[in-house]
Every structure is written in structure tokens, then in C-alpha cells.
């Protein structure tokens, strides 16, 4: 089974979950053994692993004609596109597009992430995406998140094969209910034009039917996994803080949809009973300097640390350093990062209105709103041994067993339902 697949982030370049998830789904396909993936990044930079998926630079997809030599086209994308392939795709160019913003080798540059003119990033992408479905063979189109939509739909009217769309999130649960019209229109358009809908969690299949108005019998609930620590973040020893101060950490952007005012205002009321405890609050956003603010505010500067923001190894270090994680998401379409942290044998804390929570057991759970609750927990853990050992200990344990080889095996079964095989 042949998947042309559109993604927009890939690790070791994270900008958020996306970039993990995606390389996930693609390990858990690659290990049914019959799951040959081509992805389709806008902008990769050559470092990315290629073991699960065969990756194409759309900025190195030409869509406008150019008389160019072999050893050129080498010295320009050599590490990211061989001339082979370059001049298979100029073959299938479909259009005359050099009205376009096109370079020497009639290719469309890419900023990569999210710049200010995203929306027009997401139109190029989805233009090259034509060239690519003309010039690939393939069984069905797999977009992942709003972002590639349009590229699937795109591909979708290319090539006649069927389109699934996988919702990582939706504009609901950024903007707690305050929908960008455009996102919304591009988001609805992705799933109308979808022939299977994958969400990472129920909760966010209860919001693809309730709020995009769409059909149950196509929508499907694919929650997300966790892969095996490496042997380097492995070996990173956990401190002791017996006798120390513990730490309780926030780990993940620092925006609305996050809650990390509950995250403040929880730690306030724990340091009104002990200030033994450290919080961090590690990562970036637009509530960032507001967090900071109210910390000042509430008397509690001196016991809080905003470290920025964090990736790769950093990211284990900081959750092996922690007594205590926590995610007090307002709204979170799975959340792979308290899996993360239950793994490095961090006692975890969630909020109810998480998409995770509905596969975890060994964690506590909270309302995001109930900072009274979500103090009590945090002391809890912080003060009580045997609890801490318990949830980091069966945490483990528990999480071990969700893997994306799982995930992988799920998501063919629907792409053979899909395909009607």
C-alpha cells in the first residue's frame, strides 16, 4: 500500500506535537511492513530521519519550467532532492505558473514553521502538492492537520484517490470557541472534501461532528502514542529531592488553550501551605510575559523559573528533574506530553477536558477550571511517598504499552476500509 502523505513539521525541527505525531503515525505504519510512505514536508532541512518515510522538499518542486543542468540542480538541492527526482516532477508540471513567486530552478521558497504569511505558505504548498500527486504513484492521501488540507483536497481531484484527513487539533480548541472564520472555512472544506476523518481523541470527534457537521460514519477516533525513550534520554539520571524543594512543572506553549494561569494560581495556593516546592513553567507564547506578571503578583517570583522554550534532550532533562508534572489544559485534542513525562517516572497530573485522559489510568485527573483540586494534588504528590511511587511505578508501566505500532496498525485497517479492499 502506496500513501502520499502531507505533513508540515518533522522532527528534530518541533515546533509543537505535530512534528512528534506525525512522526509517530509514520514509525507505526512503517512497522505493518506493507506501508510505503511519501511525505511531503514544505520545508525540511536534510537532517531528517528517513527511515520511515520517503521525504519530498516541496520547496525543491518545481512548478515552472527551467532549463537547468545536472551538476546545478546537484549543487543547489543535492542534500535535500536528487536531479533525478527533480526532473521527474518537472515533467508533471501542469500549469504555467511563472506568474508565482518562483526561484532559478522555478521552485517556491518556504519560510517553514508558521510565519506571518502562513496562509500563503498553505496556498504554494498545496499548488506544488498538484505537481507531486501528478508525478507519484500512490493508493490514498493522508493530510494532517488544517494546514494540509487544501494540499489533500488538491491531490484528491488530481489523482481520483481517496483523502484522509487526521485532526491534531481543531480552531475550537485554540481559541477556546472564538473560531478564526478562515481556519474554520479551511478546516470544514479539509473534512467535506474527506473521505475518512481520523481524530486523535473523542473528544475531538465529538467537536468534528458537532461543530463541522459531519457525518459519524466516516469520522474515526485514532488516539495518539508515545515511542520508546532513546538509550541517550534513557540514562538520564532522576536527582533525589529528598530533603530538597520539589519541582512541578508546566511543559508545553504558553497560550490560552494550555491553561497556565491555573497552573499560577494552583502553585499560589500550594506555597501558601509549604514553600518548599520550585514550579517551572517551561516553554513559549503570547501568555508568557502575562504568566510572568501574575507570578510577580501573587508574591511567588522567587519560586518560579520560565526556562523557555525547550526541545530534544531538554525536554527529558527537565521532565526527569520534576516531582510532578502537570497539563491543565482548557481544551486538549490528545496532549503527548503527559505520556512523555509518566514515562521518564513522573507523576502526572491532567485535566479532565484532555483527549489523553481517555487512555490514561495511572494519573490524576482534574478540571482545569478546579484549582482548589489541582493544589491538593500537586501537595499530595509532593508530600506523600508512597503516592509518588505508586503513580511512578504504574505510570510506567502503563505507558509502555501504548505504542504507535498500534496506532499504525489501526490506521491501515482504515485506510483498507477506506479503499474498500
Not at 505535530?18 to 514509525?27: K, P, Q, R
Not at 459519524?216 to 530538597?244: C, G, Q, W
Not at 500550594?270 to 507564547?285: P, Y
Request: negative net charge.
Amino acid at each position: 500500500m502506496k500513501v502520499l502523505m502531507f505533513g508540515w513539521e518533522y522532527p528534530p525541527h518541533v515546533y509543537g506535537g505535530l512534528a512528534t505525531a506525525n512522526f509517530g503515525i509514520s514509525e507505526g505504519l512503517h512497522a505493518q511492513g506493507d506501508v510505503d510512505i511519501t511525505l511531503c514536508l514544505p520545508k525540511p532541512w536534510g537532517d531528517e530521519d528517513h527511515t520511515f518515510a520517503h521525504i519530498v522538499a516541496m520547496n525543491c518542486v518545481p512548478i515552472a519550467w527551467r532549463d537547468v543542468n545536472y551538476d546545478y540542480v546537484k549543487q543547489r538541492i543535492g542534500n535535500l532532492m536528487s536531479p533525478e527526482e527533480y526532473y521527474h516532477f518537472r515533467d508533471h508540471i501542469y500549469a504555467d505558473f511563472n506568474y508565482m513567486n518562483v526561484n532559478d530552478l522555478g521552485c517556491m521558497d518556504f519560510a517553514g514553521g508558521y510565519p506571518a504569511n502562513l496562509h500563503d505558505e498553505i496556498n504554494n504548498y498545496s499548488i506544488i502538492a498538484g505537481v507531486v500527486a501528478r508525478s507519484e504513484q500512490f493508493d490514498i492521501i493522508h493530510a494532517h492537520d488544517w494546514l494540509t488540507y487544501p494540499a489533500g483536497i488538491f491531490a484528491k481531484q488530481v489523482s481520483g484517490k481517496p483523502l484522509c484527513i487526521h485532526v491534531h487539533a481543531t480552531d475550537y480548541d485554540r481559541s477556546r470557541g472564538h473560531v478564526n472564520p478562515t481556519v474554520y472555512g479551511i478546516e470544514k472544506d479539509g473534512m467535506d472534501h474527506a473521505d475518512c476523518i481520523m481524530c486523535v481523541s473523542d473528544l475531538t470527534r465529538n467537536t468534528v461532528i458537532n461543530q463541522y457537521h459531519q457525518d459519524p460514519r466516516k469520522v474515526f477516533t485514532v488516539h495518539n502514542a508515545v515511542y520508546p525513550l532513546s538509550p541517550e534520554n534513557e540514562m538520564i539520571p532522576r536527582p533525589d529531592h529528598t530533603d530538597r524543594d520539589k519541582i512541578v512543572t508546566f511543559l508545553g506553549r504558553i497560550t490560552m488553550q494550555k491553561g497556565p494561569e491555573y497552573f499560577v494560581e494552583a502553585a499560589n495556593m500550594v506555597l501558601h501551605r509549604t514553600r518548599h516546592v520550585r514550579f517551572c513553567m517551561a516553554g513559549s507564547g503570547d501568555m508568557m510575559d502575562q504568566m510572568i506578571y501574575l507570578a510577580a503578583e501573587r508574591g511567588i517570583a522567587d519560586r518560579f523559573h520560565f526556562p523557555g522554550f525547550m526541545r530534544g534532550k531538554q525536554v527529558y532533562e527537565c521532565l526527569k528533574d520534576s516531582d510532578v508534572y502537570v497539563m491543565p489544559s482548557v481544551s486538549e485534542p490528545f496532549g503527548i506530553s503527559p505520556l512523555e513525562a509518566m514515562q521518564c517516572g513522573t507523576p502526572t497530573i491532567i485535566s479532565k477536558q484532555s483527549g489523553c485522559a481517555e487512555i490514561l489510568h495511572n494519573c490524576i485527573k482534574v478540571d482545569y477550571w478546579d484549582i482548589h483540586a489541582l493544589a491538593d494534588s500537586i501537595y499530595s504528590i509532593c508530600h506523600n511517598p508512597s503516592l509518588f511511587h505508586y503513580l511512578q511505578e504504574e505510570g510506567k508501566r502503563e505507558v509502555a504499552q501504548i505504542t504507535w505500532e498500534k496506532v499504525g496498525r489501526w490506521i491501515r485497517e482504515l485506510y483498507i476500509r477506506t479503499l474498500g479492499w
